[in-house]
């Protein structure tokens, strides 16, 4: 089962904070945070773990509300080198295959 | 990133041809992944590699066929494409499938075009 990310696109000035959502209507063993740039490979973020376990990387962090099977990513005071596409996958048992969401386009501008 | 690499990065080909796809992975990693990316679309999972086998085949037409020799190589060989299977094409890898959850790393891709 796609998982839904929201917002699709969304465009922000230097400095400014935006949250990337992620949603699933199957219960989730982890989700996957990966950034890809224009051209490029996706990058891997953080995996969260069930058990609604927060972390961080920089000044990009994230959360997974196990009740309401969503995953949420915090991009704080975004720098320019933040504009990507934004990739969630999850994950619905431990071994199973990622299933990824459909991107949100980040846009950082000066 | 070197971790991942693939060639060849372009590849245009005829609906007649035979043509394969190479990745190779130097991060000591025992799975492998193709994956499909077309333009507005999910990354979709193709084929899955644990220790050499195949694990998953996501339903995959048999005009494409995954080759795994060894846990640092793998091949995507490709017959009779149609239009649609024009995309990128992503080779990715990540410690094991089993037991766990584990990041991947992706490949730059190849840029398929069928003409």
């Known amino acids: 089962q796609q998982p839904v990310q929201s917002p699709q696109a969304v465009i922000l000035r230097e400095g400014e904070d935006a949250v990337i959502n992620c949603s699933s209507s199957?219960?989730?063993?982890?989700v996957h945070w990966y950034r890809q740039k224009h051209g490029e490979a996706p990058v891997f973020l953080m995996i969260?773990?069930?058990?609604?376990e927060q972390k961080g990387h920089e000044k990009i962090s994230a959360s997974f509300n196990e009740k309401k099977q969503q995953s949420s990513l915090y991009l704080t005071a975004s720098q320019l080198s933040y504009s990507g596409t934004y990739f969630c996958?999850?994950?619905?048992?431990?071994?199973?295959?990622?299933?990824f969401g459909e991107g949100t386009q980040l846009t950082v501008n000066p | 990133e070197t971790g991942v690499t693939q060639t060849p990065r372009h590849l245009v080909m005829g609906m007649t041809n035979k043509k394969s796809l190479k990745c190779e992975q130097h991060?000591?990693?025992?799975?492998m992944y193709w994956y499909k990316q077309s333009a507005k679309k999910p990354l979709e999972l193709m084929f899955v590699y644990n220790f050499k086998e195949q694990t998953e085949n996501n339903s995959v037409p048999s005009r494409f066929s995954p080759e795994c020799p060894n846990s640092s190589h793998l091949f995507l060989h490709l017959h009779t494409l149609q239009p649609e299977d024009s995309a990128l094409y992503l080779c990715?890898?990540?410690?094991?499938?089993?037991?766990?959850?584990?990041?991947?790393?992706f490949g730059p891709g190849t840029r398929l075009t069928v003409t």
């Open positions: 969260l773990l069930k058990g609604g």
């Open positions: 996958g999850t994950q619905e048992t431990s071994g199973s295959r990622l299933t």
């Open positions: 991060l000591g990693h025992n799975a």
């Open positions: 990715a890898s990540s410690q094991r499938t089993s037991g766990g959850s584990y990041e991947q790393y």
């Open positions: 199957k219960a989730l063993y982890s």
